[in-house]
């Protein structure tokens, strides 16, 4: 199964994608985290692994990359992984990072002012997202940034579910909206996330949220989560409702 977790900046999904990344992984299944976003430079700590390699250093320049992608596609056929297959066990050891069954892959970051837009970052992704063939119980999860760009990039089009994280500001609401009509628009099943609730709050977006039904989990406010954000530790292991979630996700992806 693939999941892209996505929502507006803040909202919790790298969070979120860490707890049901080492929730998953504790339940002996082998687990990859893709992280598509060109800026946070921290999921490697709340996940408790080694920092990781860019993966766009594993292909060279961004131009030669760049070139391999656009000389790979042929007009009116269908758009094949011209970078190549992958799985849990392939996928370059330097250019990724592997704790208790949970493997994190970086695919680039912004590290330089005016070094260049990300088109290249978003293209390696698209193509490594692709090329990932999984196993059995294998899950992969995709990390994304802020907003609906990947949308744009067709990230989400690779997936099986996407599974939005919405915390309880207007700016989330708004953005459920939007992210539904995409969603809807490439027939890939979405589901929401509720996130840093308390009891106010998560009946006001419960009232809000036209589409309850796509609610499949909430994560209440936990001082405990914040504090281990704030000093960039790894989420503890025993915060278990993670594992109710990823249950959830997978009966809702069973019937779609």
């Known amino acids: 199964m693939k999941i892209i977790i996505c929502g507006k900046g803040g909202s919790g999904k790298s969070t979120i994608t860490s707890l049901l990344a080492r929730q998953n992984a504790a339940s002996g299944r082998r687990t990859i985290v893709v992280d598509t976003d060109v800026s946070n430079v921290g999921i490697h700590r709340i996940l408790g692994t080694d920092k990781t390699r860019d993966l766009i250093g594993y ?77 059995g119980d294998d899950l992969v999860i995709v990390d994304t940034e802020a907003g609906v ?70 994560f209440p406010l936990d001082t405990g989560l914040l504090a281990a954000g704030l000093g960039g530790q790894a989420m503890p292991m025993q915060y278990r409702p993670a594992a109710e979630i990823l249950a959830s996700v997978g009966e809702k992806l069973a019937v779609c």
């Open 59 to 135: 292909f060279g320049d961004r131009k030669s990359v760049n070139e391999k992608i656009h000389a790979a596609k042929v007009p009116g056929e269908t758009e094949t992984a011209a970078l190549g297959n992958w799985d849990f066990d392939s996928i370059p050891k330097e250019f990724s990072s592997i704790k208790d069954g949970v493997q994190l892959v970086t695919v680039g970051k912004i590290n330089e002012a005016s070094e260049g837009c990300k088109c290249s970052i978003s293209s390696i992704a698209r193509q490594f997202i692709m090329g990932l063939q999984l196993g």
């Open 149 to 218: 760009e990947h949308f744009g990039r067709g990230f989400d089009s690779l997936c099986d579910i996407i599974l939005m994280v919405v915390d309880p500001t207007f700016e989330s609401l708004s953005l459920v909206e939007k992210v539904t009509g995409m969603a809807d628009s490439i027939s890939v099943p979405l589901y929401y996330v509720l996130n840093k609730t308390d009891a106010n709050t998560s009946a006001a977006l419960r009232n809000k949220i036209s589409d309850s039904y796509r609610i499949i989990g909430e």
